[in-house]
């Protein structure tokens, strides 16, 4: 196999500490917290006390100052281990830095060292009954009124986080005739009148992933709730837009960690398991399949390595960034259906590993922008743009 170079001596050192976190505070305790449906609070709370919150963030908003290659780590050590309950990414590298790159001064300062210590969960709210992949038709509006302050009126669902959130980024309509050139994004907090939280979604996998349904009615924001400020007001689809290569890209290193350890799982499965006298694992059927997954997540790993390599550099786009996520989230689906096969009736099974490894996988082709949306996001590149 090709040897990384991309992580340091350091970066192996974080994994090992954070390697042992999950055993310790997260292995023994998801499988309840799938049967719950959430993570418990103090999950959170511990990762803060340990830094293994915000960890892109500078330190003197209480974050390590560190590369996105730790958070790269972080995010393939929970992969692997299928503990897809765990919202970290989304808080530290999708939240946070949308109030680092586009708060106010005060917005940094208010809430940026809540979100590094675990003291306040971060979601962002995009998705809307009617409106995933195409976030220009959103309805959620928030109107400014006389006294300068929003009113903030719509519903939000499939919102990742959405449980637990102290603090929700909500992307909404500030001027509704303006099309996408009128979205801007609010600050909204636990506890705001009219802001309720509804069920959690019961979904096909990420079981422990608190899934929810968010609806404002009415909630009166002050001024100083628009991300950004007054010169960020109209602009939220384009802050948007350059956040979401980071974003698609953390969707492609998971799928990639997840389909190495369910390879990894199967290899020693098919090891032991015998069928008509001899090992699953000495049919030549399931050997090649297992050399042509094996050579594929390869390929993989070195496209997203190098993409990542691209992101320190500040050059990766976002044709780049799209290939990544539905050529890794389709490899992950593929792999994931073609190792339960090798496990048989056991893979069926939701004791087993890869069992809730595949339900986990479906959803990577769908949030982020649905694969068929990131085809459509290359062709134009391409220069071969429809309407």
Known sequence: MIQRTLFSADHQAFRDSFRRFIEKEIAPFHAAWEEQGYVDRAVWNKAGENGFLCLSMPEEYGGAGADKLYSMAQIEELSAAGFSGIG???HSEIVAPYILHYG???????????????????????????????????????????????????????????????????????NPQAGAKGTSLLLVERGMPGYSVGKRLKKLGLKAQDTSELFFDNVRLPAANLLGGPAHENRGFICLMEQLPWERLQIAIGAVAAAQAAIDWTVDYVKERKVFGQSVGAFQNTRFTLA????????????????????LADTLDTATASMAKYWCSDLQCKVMDQCVQLFGGYGYM?????????????VQRIYGGTNEIMKEVITRAMGLGGK
């Open 88 to 90: 970290y990414s989304l």
């Open 104 to 174: 106010t001064a005060e917005q940094k300062k208010k809430y940026l060292p809540q979100l590094a210590s675990g003291a306040m969960i971060g979601a962002i709210a995009m998705s809307e009954p009617a409106a995933g992949s195409d976030l220009q038709g959103i309805k959620a509006t928030a109107i400014q009124q006389p006294d300068g302050s929003y009113l903030l009126n719509g519903s939000k669902t499939f919102i990742t986080n959405g449980w637990h959130a102290d603090l929700v980024i909500v992307v909404a309509k500030t």
């Open 292 to 311: 042509e997954l094996q050579t594929e997540v390869q390929v993989a790993r070195v496209f997203v390595d190098k993409c990542a390599e691209l992101l």
């Open 350 to 362: 939701w004791e087993y590993a890869i069992t809730r490894a595949y339900a986990d996988a479906r």
